[in-house]
């Protein structure tokens, strides 16, 4: 699938952001979906992982009870509402798409795995 993620900016502090990532293709449905960061100067790190139909989700202990990610498989879209937002979730947002989902939860939090990735949205957060 081709991604193309969205609605990143600049806010502040305890501020809510949703991203979107909207997917093309037919495969969407059927793959496990995902957000990453990458904060300047730093590897690129897991943020939260949706399966197909929505029921199961995984967060970084960083984000757990802030984010909150969730997909509208009708409109080939997954979304991360981002709740009390800190400097430290300054990052571009990356969505990944990964259709093989044998091991899922194995490997969800790993980058590697993924094989489809969005172009990246900036988020950042001023104190």
């Known amino acids: 699938v081709q991604l193309q993620a969205s609605g990143g900016g600049l806010v502040q502090a305890g501020d809510s952001l949703g991203l979107s990532c909207a997917a093309s293709?037919?495969?969407?449905?059927?793959?496990?979906m995902a957000w990453f960061r990458q904060a300047p100067g730093k590897e690129r790190e897991f943020v939260a992982a949706?399966?197909?139909?929505?029921?199961?989700?995984y967060y970084a202990n960083s984000v757990k009870g802030r984010f909150t990610i969730s997909r509208d498989n009708a409109k080939n879209t997954v979304y991360l509402q981002m709740n009390s937002l800190k400097p430290e979730d300054t990052a571009v947002y990356y969505c990944?798409?990964?259709?093989?989902?044998?091991?899922?939860?194995?490997?969800?939090?790993?980058?590697?795995?993924?094989?489809?990735w969005g172009q990246g949205t900036l988020v950042t957060v001023s104190s």
């Open positions: 949706l399966t197909q139909s929505g029921r199961t989700t």
């Open positions: 990944a798409a990964r259709l093989d989902t044998y091991d899922a939860r194995i490997y969800y939090s790993q980058d590697k795995w993924y094989d489809d």
């Open positions: 293709g037919r495969a969407f449905n059927k793959c496990l």
